[in-house]
């Protein structure tokens, strides 16, 4: 194994030279270490103003996505022994604007968040007295695997149509809104299908599938998606057979 690998990192300083460029870095090379490990490592020792997003360390926050070697990754479940003998080039995840180096602006999916609701919605609050709303375990299992997701992006940043059609609503928002969509306590499917049916809902995903492919916690968005399509073109055909059922 060597001692060292090198590392090319994408640079943008809007207040500098104003161009991005990569910049190349000589790190320790251990076995055990991650890629956040080697960014930790030149932040501390080689560049304090390397700017770049990380939190828990752990795969949970979802805040470390980056693009490495041209793949979606979160960076601190990401060994560097696999890209031996480097360089590992280091990038933004694709697909947002770059505020500054490593770090990208995700407004743009909290806006689409935010318009699916992701939170439990009901006609009518019941009062504490009538006592908690419960579930049995197959009702939860209808929905915690699209409740596992973490927010980090990486499903965005490989998905092509939200390269292409930048007003999609995107895979995670989809997966979140199905998450709300499946549980038995909730209301709202009907509140979302405004959002998830238009154009640039569901109906945008052709179904490349990579969302699925690098989602580090196993949600299947694109499941999500077809699934949605599936339940919608139901609904629809069921509206025109039951008068007074909207689709
Ligand atoms: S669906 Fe997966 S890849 Fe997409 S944001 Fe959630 S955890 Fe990340």
Same mark, same amino acid.
């Given at each position: 194994m060597p001692d060292t690998v090198k590392l090319e990192v994408f640079r943008y300083r809007p207040e500098g030279e104003g161009e991005p460029l990569y910049e190349t870095f000589e790190v320790p090379y251990r076995d055990e270490w991650m890629v956040l490990d080697a960014l930790n490592q030149i932040k501390d020792h080689?560049? +304090?103003?390397l700017s770049y997003r990380w939190a828990c360390?752990?795969?949970?926050?979802?805040?470390?996505?980056m693009t490495v070697n041209g793949e979606p990754v979160l960076t601190c479940a990401t060994y560097l022994e696999p890209f031996l003998p480097g360089p590992i080039r280091v990038e933004p995840l694709h697909g947002f604007p770059v505020i500054r180096d490593l770090v990208g602006d995700l407004e743009d999916f909290v806006g689409k968040l935010q318009r699916v609701k992701p939170w439990i919605i009901r006609e009518e609050e019941r009062s504490p007295s009538e006592g908690e709303y419960l579930q049995t375990p197959e009702e939860m299992d209808a929905y915690k695997r699209y409740s596992m997701?973490?927010?980090?992006?990486l499903c965005y940043a490989a998905c092509p149509i939200y390269e292409l059609?930048? +007003?999609?609503?995107g895979p995670a928002a989809i997966a979140l809104a199905q998450r709300y969509n499946l549980d038995?306590?909730?209301?709202g499917a009907r509140e979302r299908h405004e959002v998830l049916a238009e154009?640039?809902?569901?109906?945008?995903?052709?179904?490349?599938g990579e969302c699925s492919i690098v989602c580090p916690k196993d949600v299947d968005p694109a499941g999500a998606i077809q699934r949605y399509k599936v339940d919608a073109t139901l609904d629809f055909f069921r509206s025109l057979v039951t008068p007074g059922r909207s689709p």
């Open positions: 080689q560049d +304090g103003t360390r752990m795969g949970v926050c979802g805040s470390c996505g997701c973490i927010n980090c992006m059609e930048p +007003g999609f609503i038995s306590r909730d209301e154009h640039e809902g569901v109906w945008s995903c052709t179904f490349v």
